[in-house]
C-alpha cells in the first residue's frame, strides 16, 4: 500500500469521524470474505450427483426435436410445436412432468413420513385443547370455592349478628339462661368445664354454621318478633310476617 499524503486535500476531505475507520474496516473484511466464498464455490469440483441433475435439468427442459422417434410420428400426423394434443386442440401442451427419485428411501417412505407430522400435529393439538380445558376447570373450581368462602363468611357474620341480638333480647325479658348455649356469645373463659357444658358443645359442633343461622333466626322471629336483616322488632307475628319480606338473607336482598 501506498503511503498516505496527509498534506493532501484528499486526505483532508476524508470523513475522520469517530467510529467510521472500524466499520470501515469491518465492511472490508465482509466484501473479502464474500468473495472468497464465490471463488471456492466456483473452483469446487461438483459431484457426480449434481453433475448428473444439472444434466437432466438441462435435457428436461430443452424442448423434443427431430430426432426423437415419438415427435416425428406426432409430426406426420400433422402436429406442429407448440400445439396443443387432440383433434380440435383440447389437450395439453406442455409434456407430463417426470417426478424423478432421487433418495434411497423406499416406496411409501414419503408418505408414511407425512402421515406421522399430521399424527403428531393432531397429538399436538389435542394436547392443547385438553390443557385449555384443565385449565378452565381449574379457575371454575377456584371461583366457587372463592364464592363458597365468601358465603361461609357472611354466614358466620349473620350468626355472630343473631347471637348478639338474641342475648340482648333475652336478657331485656329477664331470661339469664340461653335456650342453647350457642345462642349467645359466650366470652372467653379459662379453666375447667362442666361435663355437661362439653356435650352441649359437643351437640352444638355437629351442626354447620347455615344450620344455626336457620335455627337461632327461626327463635328470633318466633320469640321476639325481630329480623335480623331488617334490622327491626317488630309488634306481633301478623305484623311480622306482613312487613318482613321472609326468614333468610336471600329473601331480603
Known amino acids: 500500500d501506498e503511503e498516505e499524503d496527509y498534506m493532501s486535500d484528499l486526505f483532508i476531505k476524508q470523513d475522520v469521524r469517530p467510529g467510521l475507520p472500524m466499520v470501515r474496516r469491518v465492511k472490508e473484511a465482509i466484501q473479502k470474505e464474500e468473495k472468497q466464498k464465490e471463488a471456492n464455490e466456483k473452483n469446487r469440483q461438483k459431484s457426480i450427483k449434481e453433475e448428473e441433475k444439472e444434466r437432466r435439468d438441462l435435457v428436461l427442459k430443452s424442448a423434443l426435436g427431430n430426432e426423437n422417434k415419438g415427435f416425428a410420428l406426432l409430426q ?3 402436429y406442429k410445436s407448440g400445439q396443443a394434443l387432440g383433434k380440435s386442440g383440447e389437450g395439453i401442451v406442455e409434456p407430463i412432468p417426470l417426478n424423478i427419485k432421487t433418495g434411497r428411501s423406499g416406496l411409501g417412505h414419503e408418505e408414511l413420513k407425512k402421515r406421522k407430522a399430521e399424527e403428531k400435529l393432531e397429538n399436538y393439538r389435542q394436547k392443547l385443547h385438553m390443557k385449555k ?3 378452565e376447570q381449574a379457575a371454575d373450581q377456584f371461583r ?4 363458597t368462602k365468601q358465603e361461609e363468611r357472611k354466614m358466620e357474620g349473620d350468626l355472630r349478628k343473631s347471637q348478639r341480638a338474641c342475648q340482648q333480647l333475652d336478657m331485656q325479658k329477664d331470661i339469664d ?3 342453647e348455649t350457642w345462642f349467645w356469645i359466650e366470652p372467653e373463659e379459662e379453666g375447667k368445664k362442666d361435663e355437661e357444658d362439653k356435650e352441649d358443645e359437643c351437640t352444638s359442633s355437629d351442626l354447620s ?3 344455626k343461622l336457620h335455627i337461632l333466626t327461626a327463635y328470633l322471629r318466633e320469640e321476639h318478633f325481630y329480623c335480623i ?11 311480622l310476617s306482613s312487613n318482613c319480606p321472609g326468614d333468610s338473607a336471600a329473601d331480603h336482598d
Open 133 to 135: 380445558q384443565a385449565n
Open 177 to 179: 339462661v340461653p335456650k
Open 209 to 211: 354454621v347455615s344450620e
Open 229 to 239: 336483616w331488617c334490622g327491626t322488632t317488630y309488634e306481633d307475628s301478623e305484623d
Open 76 to 78: 406426420k400426423m400433422g
Open 144 to 147: 366457587i370455592r372463592f364464592k
